[in-house]
C-alpha cells in the first residue's frame, strides 16, 4: 500500500510565506511525476505545479514566479515553497504522483489527503 502524507498548510498574512511538503512511503519501486493541486470552494481542483522525475517543472500562470517545486528522490518526498502570498492561493493543497510499485509494474496515480492553506488579507 502507497501513501502520501502532505504537511505545512496553515494560516498566513498575505505577503508571507508556506512550505508544503508531501512524503510517499509503502511499497516504492519508483516515481514518476509528482505534482501539486488545489481546490477553492465552489471552484474545480487545478494544477499548480509539477516536476518530472529529472527534475524539470512547469508551473500555473497564476503561481510563476512566487512558488517553486522541488522534489528529493532519496526521500521519495516533494515540496512546495510558496513566497508572496495572496488571498487567492486560499485553498486545499494536494500532492500527487505517479508511483510503480515493483520493476515492471505500471504506474498508477496517487493522491494525498489535502492540506489547508488560507492566506489573510
Known amino acids: 500500500q502507497v501513501q502520501l502524507v502532505e504537511s505545512g498548510g496553515g494560516l498566513v498574512q498575505a505577503g508571507g510565506s508556506l512550505r508544503l511538503s508531501c512524503a510517499a512511503s509503502g511499497r516504492i519501486f519508483r516515481i514518476n511525476t509528482m505534482a501539486w493541486y488545489r481546490q477553492a470552494p465552489g471552484k474545480q481542483r487545478e494544477l499548480v505545479a509539477v516536476?518530472?522525475?529529472?527534475?524539470?517543472?512547469n508551473y500555473a500562470d497564476s503561481v510563476k514566479g512566487r512558488f517553486t517545486i522541488s522534489r528529493d528522490n532519496a526521500k521519495n518526498t516533494v515540496y512546495l515553497q510558496m513566497d508572496s502570498l495572496k488571498p487567492e492561493d486560499t485553498a486545499v493543497y494536494y500532492c500527487?504522483?505517479?508511483?510503480?510499485?515493483?520493476?515492471?509494474?505500471?504506474?498508477?496515480?496517487?493522491w494525498g489527503q489535502g492540506t489547508q492553506v488560507t492566506v489573510s488579507s
Open positions: 516536476i518530472a522525475s529529472g527534475g524539470v517543472t
Open positions: 500527487t504522483a505517479e508511483i510503480q510499485t515493483w520493476s515492471g509494474g505500471v504506474y498508477s496515480r496517487k
